[in-house]
């Protein structure tokens, strides 16, 4: 009678199959939203320097970010290219609008109020005539809520 291991002993072996496949899952989870905030937040845009800003409301839900390059052309999520004129401004827009005044009546808001804030992320070097025609088109669009983006002179 021998007490040591046996030669006919099985091997238990966890299985990582499901461990990996999850693991996949989380960083193919990261890499999406990463790319959909960084198409928001454009690199290129410097932003001025205010004296004071405040933090972003929490309580917006829907925002929509509008990059400006320094030549007035609106670089937009989802856009393979910038914005340069009038009319594909305007369009863009208004089609923006309708898309939220739609998703507010599915929502169950029968007077489809649009409570999107429009963020506009304008560079430093953009003209402030850029600026206020921007700010009129989505005035025009629709939109009520806007703000504009800075850094504080602490560099936050």
């Not at 845009?45 to 052309?73: H, T, Y």
């Not at 914005?83 to 489809?112: C, H, I, N, P, V």
């Amino acid at each position: 009678m021998s007490h040591g291991p046996s030669s006919d002993a099985i091997k238990a072996e966890p299985n990582l199959v499901p461990l990996l496949d999850l693991v996949f899952q989380l960083i193919m989870f990261f890499m999406i939203c990463v790319n959909f905030v960084s198409e928001q937040v454009n690199e290129d845009i410097k932003l001025p320097v205010a004296q004071s800003a405040r933090a972003m409301d929490k309580g917006e839900i829907d925002v929509l970010f509008l990059n400006m390059d320094p030549a007035g052309k609106l670089i937009a999520p989802g856009q393979p290219k910038p914005l340069e004129s009038l009319g594909e401004k305007k369009y863009y827009l208004k089609q923006q609008f309708t898309d939220a005044k739609r998703t507010a009546e599915e929502r169950g808001d029968r007077s489809g109020k649009v409570n999107t804030a429009i963020i506009i992320r304008a560079d430093r070097n953009a003209t402030y005539a850029e600026l206020f025609e921007l700010l009129h088109l989505c005035k025009e669009a629709g939109y009520h809520k806007m703000q504009l983006r800075a850094y504080t002179k602490t560099g936050g």
